[in-house]
């Protein structure tokens, strides 16, 4: 036997690829638990305006979302153009907000619901007119603690 | 040969080359979707509802700095037609009066700005005033704070630091009922 190998050099062993699907992996889960699949679908417009006094929102589990935009091409003609409200999956009126509030809260432990937070994602060009009614309807539904939605002004 | 094929396939291991793959497939799909959402905003605390308007007849008229927001988005602050850029520094110049002047407010504690806008006002005018008015006394409690304490202001200082600078220059900002002469319809 070593007389045939002698003279052959001891070809390069190929790299391994057996740790690769370790490493594909690692990324999975990592994009697993950073991102969130969208809940809902939009059915109105929403770009968000910029702003530079932002604070994040801590914990997701606390907020719910109200959306206010005009709807998008594909509803526009059975519901027109102007400013819709969104809740959840669908349109709604102003005075379905505090059902919506409160289903969103008996999933909350109690000791934990003075710190839910209403997400306002408005679109931009939305006139202040239902912003204002949403408003009116969370203080009277005493959910007062709300965020406006914005994006970080670039410099 | 039948024979040793046979036992070839018994002795092999499960191919695990194409396990990578298949990683590598449901990475795409969640690369493709998932949008990482970013939930930024400007948090703000309401009021509670009541059925009265507050009365604020009462105060003196030097401690109030009125900002009015149009259907046109044009702002008239204190009676007087301003571009948004100056608003910051006119809100800090009204809270503090460093040159303690006749018109502006007594004092950072009794200084109160309203916000009156139209239901036609853009919502993005909105929230770019509310973000001026807010970055005003962000600014002032950054400079108070790192005067006393060396640090910028954040949410992490202790309590009682923050209730100290809070005191000082506590945060009015009363939103009045809009007005209706802009609403589209």
Known sequence: M??????????????????????????????????????????????????TQLTKLEDKSLVNYLYIGRPVEKYKATYGTKPRLQLSDKFANINEIPIFLERFRVKIPEAQ?????????VDGQVTMGIVQDVKTALRKANQLKINYSAKKRPE | MAKKNSRDRMS???NAGSMADIAFLLLIFFLVTTTIAEDKGITVKLPPWSEEDPDITKLKSRNVFAVLVNAQNDLLVRGEVMDITMLREKTKEFIVNPTKREDLSERPTKAIITLKNDRGTNYETYVSVYNELKAAYDELWDEMCLRKYGVKYSEELPLAWRKSIKDEIPMVLSEAEPTNFGEEK
């Open chain 1, 2 to 51: 070593s007389k045939f190998s002698k003279g052959k050099k001891k070809p390069q062993p190929a790299i391994s690829t057996a740790s690769l699907p370790d490493i594909v992996f690692m990324l999975l889960f990592f994009f697993m638990v950073v991102t969130k699949l969208r809940d809902s679908e939009l059915m109105v417009k929403v770009a968000t305006p910029f702003a």
């Open chain 1, 113 to 121: 619901r003075t710190k839910i937070t209403t997400s306002l994602r």
């Open chain 2, 12 to 14: 092999n291991e499960i």
